[in-house]
């Protein structure tokens, strides 16, 4: 079993930035791929972004390219999302996820989904 445990979310301004944190209660964290999803009210879940298990490899959603970047630091047991340039649309639950396949495949492929998923963390972008 994987705990995730995600911080960093807020009321953030429009045009601001924000950085998301989720720290992985697991032995083995350069196993798993990493990554993030999001929920806006009334919406589905949406992938966002994803990281391979070394760090060597990112994938984003189409509907985050060139704002959104996901990190981590394996000696922290911790997966980073940096967001810059809020928008309103950006209001969202989001969810850290942790999947045993390092390759992020169940994190980039529409039909798949990780295995493991933290409680998710506010997001409120006010204009």
């Known amino acids: 079993q994987v705990q995730l445990i995600e911080s960093g979310g807020g009321l953030v301004q429009a045009g601001g930035s924000l950085r998301l944190s989720c720290v992985a209660c697991?032995?083995?964290?350069?196993?798993?791929?990493m990554g993030w999803y999001r929920q806006a009210p009334g919406k589905e879940r949406e992938f966002v972004a994803a990281?391979?298990?070394?760090?060597?490899?990112?994938y984003y959603g189409d509907s985050v390219k060139g704002r959104f970047i996901v990190s981590r630091d394996n000696a922290k047991n911790t997966v980073y999302l940096q967001i810059a340039r809020l928008e309103a649309g950006d209001t969202a639950v989001y969810y850290c996820?942790?999947?045993?396949?390092?390759?992020?495949?169940?994190?980039?492929?529409?039909?798949?989904?990780?295995?493991?998923w933290g409680q998710g963390t506010q997001v409120t972008v006010s204009s």
């Open positions: 996820a942790a999947d045993p396949d390092a390759s992020a495949y169940h994190f980039y492929r529409s039909d798949l989904r990780p295995d493991y």
């Open positions: 990281i391979t298990g070394s760090g060597t490899h990112t």
């Open positions: 697991v032995g083995t964290f350069p196993t798993y791929a």
